[in-house]
C-alpha cells in the first residue's frame, strides 16, 4: 500500500506539470508524421476512390458546440454535422416548431459520450443516444434521418458526464451525474455539503413507438463526482460499472481536495434489482420522479476500491472483466466479475460508506497493470481478440496490452493526449478489430495553424498489422469526447420522407394549398418545389403570405420534389426564421409576426438553375 501511495503521488505531480511533457514529445510526434504522410502504402490504405463508399460511420460527440459530426472511415472525411443540443442555421435546426420545442429555453449544450442502440449486445443501426453535461439533459438521434428525435431535461441532476452507455438489450441508458447539488436544487449552503448535496443517477428508457425518451427511476448517490460508466455484458449483463471521484467530498479546491484519500471506488449496481425495487415500490417521490436511497432500500449497489481518481471503466467483450483507468495512478486495474459476485454472495464487506456496501479490493481485483512509462491512462477499448487499447493522456500513446496477463504488447505515439480512443464496433460484444481512432485533445503542428486555438485532433490507426501504425489524420471541432464506430452496412438511411406517413400538416398536391385564419392565428398549407413555393395556389400570387401585425403564424411547408437530396431551405429575410424541408418533409415554423413591414422569403438551399427565382413576399400589416 505504501508504494502505492508514493507511486502515486508521483504521477500526480507529473499530471499537474503536463505541460512540460507536451513539449518534450512535439519533437518526437512531429517526425514520425512526417514520415508518415509519406509512405504510399498508409495513403493507400485510407484512400477510398470515388464511386467506393466508406467501410465505416464514425459519429464523434461535439462537446461544447452541441452536436454530433459524422466521418467515414477509413478516409477520415468529415460527411455531416447533425445539431443535436444547439441550434443550427444550416438546417434551421431551434427555428423549426419541433426543434425549437425540443431545445427549450437552451441555446447551448456540452454533448459527451455517444452511444448507439443495441440488440444482444450489438449495435443495431437504429438509434444514437448522447447526453448534455452543459445543461443536464439526454438525446436520442434517429439513424434513418440523421435528426434528433427527443431530448429530455433530467430533473435532480446535474451534468449526466458519466453517460451513455446502454444495456445489452438498449432496456436502459444511466445518467450518473459529476456535479452533486441538493435534490430538487434548492439553496442550500456548502458546509452541509455531506448532508445536503447528492450525485443523483437516472435510469433512463427509449420508446421506439413514440420515440419518446423517458425517466424510468432515479438513484441518490452519495455527493461525489461520478466520471464514466459502462454496461455489463453476457454474464455481467445485468449490471453496471462507474467510476467516482471527490469522494472526498471537497467543495472547494478540487485540483487538490479531490486526490487526498488513496482510493476511491467503482460503484457496480444490479439495474434488474434496482428495477424490482421500483416495481415493489421501494422507493420515494421527489419532485415528481421515483428516487431509491441506497441508505434506506438495500441491495443491488456496491463499491470497490480503486486506485485514486480513476477516470474510465470498461467492460471486456466476453463481460467477465471491468478495467479501470488509473488517471492520477499509473495503471489499469483488471476487476472480475465472478469474484465481485462471489463476494457479494459471501457479504464479503469491508464496511460501507453512506449505506452501501464496500467489497475488499483484493477479492474482487484481478491485477493491476502499470505498462513501463505510460502515464495518465484514461480509457480502454478492445479488438476482436479481446486486447485490450488504452489511452495515455499524458504520455500521448495507445498501449496495447492482454487483460488476461497484463502484458504489454504494443505502443504507438499519437499527437497529442488522446482523451478517448474508439475501436471498430468497440463496444459491443464482439468489436471488429482493424481500426482505432485515437481523440486527441491537442492537435499542434499537425494542420495549417488557425491560430492560437487548433481543432482537436483524431488519428486512425491500422491494427490489421504486428505493429499499430497511424495512417491517417483528421481535424476535428471541439470536441470528441468519445465516438462510436459502425458497421456502414449496418445503416439503412432513408432516401425520401415517406409520402404514406400520416402527418396532419402535409400537403401534396399544389390545388390543395391554402391559407387558413382563425381569430389572430394564420395557417399556411404549402408545398415547395422546384423553383417555387406556393402558399395558396387559387391567390393571384401564390407565392406571398400576408398577415396582420401581431398574428401568431404557422407555416406549414412540405418538400413535394420526390427526389434524392433535393433539398429546399425556407427564410424570412431580416425575420430571424429560417428552416429546412428535405424530400417528402413536412416542417413548420411557429412565430407571432410582430414586426411590420415588407419581408422578401427565400429558398435557402441551392435546389434548381432557378433557385434564385424561388422567392416570395411575407408582408405584415401595421396595426392601425
Ligand atoms: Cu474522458 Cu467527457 Cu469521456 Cu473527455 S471524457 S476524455
Ligand atoms: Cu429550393 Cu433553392
Redesign the pocket.
Known sequence: MKKLVSAVSGVLAGFLAATVFFADFTNIGSQSSAEDSTNKSNAEKVYVPFGKLDEYYLFASGGHSGQMFIYGVPSMRHIRTVPVFSPDSATGYGFDKHSKELMGDYTWGDL??PAFSETNGDYDGKWLFATD?GNSRAAVMDLKTFTTKDIINVPNTSGP?CAAFVTENTEYMFLPTRFAVPIGREYASLDDYSQKYRGVMSAVTFDEKTEKLNIAYQVALPPWSY??SDAGKKMSKDWAVMTTYNTEEATTNLEINASQADRDYIILFNWKELEKMVADGKYENITGQKMIFPEKQKGGIYLVPVAKSP??VDVTPDGTRFIASGKLAPSMTVFSFEKAFEAIKNKDFAGDRNGIPILKYESVMEREVNPENALGP??TQFDDKGMAYTTM?ISSEIVKWDPNTGETLDRVPVQYSP??SVAAEGDTVSPDGKYIIA?N?IAKDSYLSVGPSHPESMQLIDLSGDKMEVIQSAPVNP?P??AQMIKADKLNPLKIYPKEENRPDSVWKQEDTRIERKGNEVHVYGVALRSKFIFDAKAERPDVIEVNEGDKVFIHLTNIDLDQDITHGFAINSYNLNMEVQPGQTNTLEFVADKAGTYPLYCTNFCSALHQEMTGYFLVKPKK
Do not use: I, P, R, T
Open positions: 459527451h459520450h453535461v458526464h466520471d464514466l477516470h474510465g484514461l480509457h493522456f482523451g478517448h481523440l485533445k470536441e469526447h468519445y
